[in-house]
């Protein structure tokens, strides 16, 4: 891979950051913006999702710190981030106590949320394009995204890896041009727990937490 | 990928590929995994390379579930070979040895740098 290569990769992720965040962000709560047609299939709940999130996302006059807490609400509502959080640690979940977990479950959802809410700003008016769904069995789906960027760059593919629970569908990861946010968070912890062990982890993650936190208030 | 490249579980070897095909238009990797290797439903299997222009090898990322794969079994969750890591350089220590080999299993992965979900 070449330097240029690394770079570019790294820019996108910059702009991958802002998908998501799209993504993550317009997922209302289901009693207030949902249609009953939101349980029924994959594509719907990422379609009505994304719709909603760009809403938000391209509210200017609404102050940032509403929008976020709507964005907010829609990440709740759709996304499993007790899976999430569980899948993200990978087999060291087993190794710690059902206290240790709830702390970690809290961590990470609260990081992984300020993290991408730090990015509404950023918005630049992508559109997205959906484009196929593909299923696993009758329990999983992938719905494939394109988010089109405004000056005719290349698209970014953004994924939605879905699980049905019950009547619902819920995502439990999101690729950004072929990186799973869940395959990544595990890599990283399973080194800091493998080497450094849950104390520094979670240490880790609330101060990075905090940070973020810190940031968000001062916008 | 190719056929007799590594498996690895946290930098060791713990099986190879046998083969590589495709179904539903999407990579399908047999992989033979040693004896006394547990690897459970919610695993990441991960095309990783050793090294910016080394061999290509299959990284197995262990994950929560209690339910162990069983001979014939697939793993569901997998990632691309263009993983954050290897943008970043934080490249993965591949040393490792192997044993012999009993099991086989097998992911799948789309064509190209795309992850796919996998079959049971």
């Known amino acids: ?219 | 990928m190719k056929p007799g490249d590594q498996i690895q579980l946290d930098g060791v070897q713990i099986g190879k590929v046998v083969q590589i095909g495709l179904k539903d238009m999407r990579a399908r990797v047999a992989m033979r995994i040693d004896d006394g290797v547990e690897i459970d439903a919610d695993a990441i299997a991960a095309v990783k390379t050793s090294g910016i222009i080394g061999d290509k090898y299959m990284s197995i990322a262990l994950g929560p579930s209690d339910r162990i794969l069983k001979d014939g079994d697939t793993i569901r969750q997998t990632q691309s070979a263009c993983v954050l890591e290897d943008a970043i350089g934080q490249l993965i220590n591949n040393s490792g040895s192997g044993g012999d080999s009993a099991k086989d299993k097998s992911s799948n992965s789309d064509k190209g740098q795309k992850p796919g979900k996998s079959e049971k």
């Open chain 1, 1 to 219: 891979m070449t330097p240029t290569s690394i770079q570019r990769i790294l820019s996108r992720r910059a702009i991958a950051m802002l998908a998501l965040t799209a993504a993550l962000v317009v997922s209302l709560a289901p009693s207030r913006f949902l249609s009953p047609a939101w349980a029924d299939d994959p594509m719907s709940v990422v379609k009505t999702t994304v719709n909603q999130a760009l809403e938000v996302l391209r509210d200017n006059q609404t102050p940032l710190a509403q929008r976020q807490d709507k964005l907010r609400q829609i990440v709740s509502a759709t996304f499993d981030f007790t899976e999430m959080a569980k899948s993200a640690l990978g087999y060291h979940w087993k190794q710690i106590t059902p206290d240790q977990q709830q702390e970690f479950t809290k961590a990470f959802v609260a990081f992984i949320e300020d993290s991408y809410l730090s990015k509404v700003n950023d918005y630049r008016g992508q559109k997205v394009a959906f484009l196929r769904v593909t299923t696993d069995g009758p329990q999983y789906a992938e719905v494939n995204t394109d988010i089109v960027e405004p000056e005719g760059k290349d698209p970014i593919h953004l994924n939605y890896r879905l699980v049905q629970e019950g009547a619902t569908w819920k995502i439990y990861d999101v690729t950004v041009d072929a990186i799973s946010i869940i395959a990544n968070y595990r890599n990283q912890f399973n080194r800091v727990m493998n080497n450094q062990g849950y104390a520094t982890l979670i240490s880790d993650l609330k101060s990075k937490q905090a940070a973020l936190a810190a940031s968000l208030a001062n916008h």
